[in-house]
């Protein structure tokens, strides 16, 4: 062929690209029809249906995995509601074990305060009984010690007195 082209070319005529042709136009329609026809027939009864399937399978397993997903994300929700209502209890029950135990503590603090006030009360009052005796007592002496006293300085300036005197005196002069 090629040998033809360079003698075509070389007489001076211009030779025709060889698919263009017109002599070749019927057996490139015919091979053009058979090969479409078989690529057709490949692709529509074998690939396209296998690739459909592919398609339409990986289409289900989607959304069977979107379901699942929405059906776990549910149960989690349940869940987080379930655990938060659990929390609410405990909470609620640490609470009232809470107020239980500081009501009893409270108890037991009012108690031994109450003891210790009733202990420190009695103390207190037997105190005052002692320092009401030593008072008394006190002042019993001070009468005593005041008439002897009397009885001193008026002997030193030379005057008698009895006792029973010195004391009379001493009680007028204190009820003063």
Do not use: C
């Not at 202990?119 to 008394?136: G, H, N, P, Y």
């Amino acid at each position: 062929m090629m040998f033809m082209t360079v003698a075509a070319e070389a007489a001076g005529g211009s030779a025709a690209f060889p698919p263009f042709e017109t002599w070749h136009f019927p057996s490139q329609l015919f091979w053009l029809t058979l090969l479409f026809g078989v690529l057709y027939i490949a692709l529509s009864r074998f690939i396209l249906p296998k690739l459909g399937g592919v398609i339409e399978k990986r289409g289900d397993t989607i959304a069977d995995a979107l379901d699942e997903a929405a059906r776990l994300n549910e149960e989690a929700k349940e869940a987080k509601k379930a655990q938060e209502l659990h929390l609410a209890e405990a909470r609620a029950k640490a609470r009232e074990t809470s107020d239980k135990a500081r009501a009893k503590v409270d108890a037991e603090i009012a108690a031994d305060t109450q003891k210790v006030d009733a202990d420190l009360a009695e103390r207190l009052a037997d105190a005052e009984q002692r320092i009401q005796k030593v008072r008394s007592d006190a002042l019993a002496n001070v009468e005593t010690i005041a008439a002897d006293t009397t009885q001193a300085i008026l002997s030193r300036f030379g005057v008698s007195v009895s006792e029973a005197d010195a004391k009379a005196a001493v009680a007028r002069a204190t009820k003063n």
